[in-house]
Nanobody, 127 residues
Framework: QLQLVESGGGLVQPGGSLRLSCVTS????????IGWFRQAPGKEREGVSY????????KYADSVKGRFTISRENGKNTVYLQMNSLKPEDTAVYYCAADLTIYSDDVSTNPNEYDYWGQGTQVTVSS
């Protein structure tokens, strides 16, 4: 089964930064819109950020705008989520997911449209 792999999570103090990576060796990410989602204990999964397969369109949840930046490096088959000014409420398991859109500017925030998911990486923001 095709799968993505997230890395870069960990424990960080409030105000700190982390950079998450999403990679796969099984298929090229160039054709896919990539979304980052997160789920905290006892809460529903929420969308955090998205980048189109063309790389020209991005979207962010209001809760992370101005603090998180999504980017992609197609030559490395990798998508990043740079997270700055982290807050305790950012604590969650972060997942990346891929939606086949083929060099499109389209970005869907509906998780049901995403075909492949990773296992997640834990991000804990605490002093």
């Amino acid at each position: 089964q095709l799968q993505l792999v997230e890395s870069g999570g960990g424990l960080v103090q409030p105000g700190g930064s982390l950079r998450l990576s999403c990679v796969t060796s099984q298929f090229t990410l160039d054709y896919y819109t990539i979304g980052w989602f997160r789920q905290a204990p006892g809460k529903e999964r929420e969308g955090v950020s998205y980048i189109s397969s063309s790389g020209t369109s991005t979207k962010y949840a209001d809760s992370v705008k101005g603090r998180f930046t999504i980017s992609r490096e197609n030559g490395k088959n990798t998508v990043y989520l740079q997270m700055n000014s982290l807050k305790p409420e950012d604590t969650a398991v972060y997942y990346c997911a891929a939606d086949l859109t083929i060099y499109s500017d389209d970005v869907s925030t509906n998780p049901n449209e995403y075909d492949y998911w990773g296992q997640g990486t834990q991000v804990t923001v605490s002093s």
